[in-house]
């Protein structure tokens, strides 16, 4: 296994993606976890853009420096909390994911045969509605 000296052997990654590669960071958080639904179609049915990151951003009063998707949105969030903003910003997340929904269901109509594939991400993106509305929920409870 390696160790930190190690992590100078490739240029190309950063510290801590090398130290995420190879096991050297803890388990991650649930911030991380709420980080990880979001970027990743597969969990979550819809694909953020870092454009569409920044949209949401700009529609919240924020100007956020474009750089990996998961960063933007972890300065979203800090962002619209430091702003008294959260709900705001979370009433952003699901506008966008019922738009997208709704281009899927436009989809389905369009190619009736892939329909069932469709369904899968249509499901996807629901249940993250259903993942933000209770995130939501969380903010009313502890004031976020």
Known sequence: MFNKDDLMRNP???NTKFEQ?????????EFDRILKILTVPAKSGIYLSRFDIRSIALALGVDV?????????KDLFFYAK???KMKEYLDLLIQFTQHKIDQY??????????????QNWIDKAQKLITFIENLKKEVDIYKV
Do not use: C, D, H
């Open 12 to 14: 190309f990654m950063t």
């Open 21 to 29: 590669q190879f096991g050297f960071l803890k388990e991650e958080g």
């Open 65 to 73: 420096n474009v750089r990996e998707r998961k960063e933007m949105l």
């Open 82 to 84: 430091q702003l008294n």
């Open 105 to 118: 269901k436009q989809l389905q109509e369009e190619y009736p045969k892939s329909a069932w594939i469709i």
